[in-house]
């Protein structure tokens, strides 16, 4: 059974940074694609950043330059760097992991297993 654990949340000003991650158990994330998704309070939840088995990336229009997504196989973890962080980024964070490893969309119905989230507020 896949397992994934988000942590890394806060609150921050307007301009600040975080860094969130993502550890997994269960499996070897080298096998997975793996994601970063987001849902704020009366929306959908909407794909952040996602990145392969081969290190591809697919990063969403509304953080591009800003949010930078990244992997570390040998220690299961994924990890999402946030800079210059607007209030707009306030939502729940979520980590996904999927079996299509060379998969790189930010389709959140493909991904399969995801974790309870963290929370991301920024102030203005």
């Known amino acids: 059974q896949v397992q994934l654990v988000e942590s890394g949340g806060g609150s921050v000003e307007s301009g600040g940074s975080l860094r969130l991650s993502c550890v997994t158990s269960g499996t070897t994330i080298s096998r997975y694609a793996m994601g970063w998704f987001r849902q704020a309070p009366g929306k959908q939840r909407e794909g952040v950043a996602v990145?392969?088995?081969?290190?591809?990336?697919t990063v969403a229009d509304s953080v591009k330059g800003r949010f930078t997504i990244s992997r570390d196989n040998d220690k299961n973890m994924l990890y999402l760097q946030m800079n210059n962080l607007k209030p707009e980024d306030t939502a729940m964070y979520y980590c996904?992991?999927?079996?299509?490893?060379?998969?790189?969309?930010?389709?959140?119905?493909?991904?399969?297993?995801w974790g309870q989230g963290t929370q991301v507020t920024v102030s203005s």
């Open positions: 990145i392969n088995n081969a290190g591809i990336t």
């Open positions: 996904a992991a999927d079996g299509k490893w060379w998969f790189a969309s930010l389709k959140r119905w493909e991904f399969a297993y």
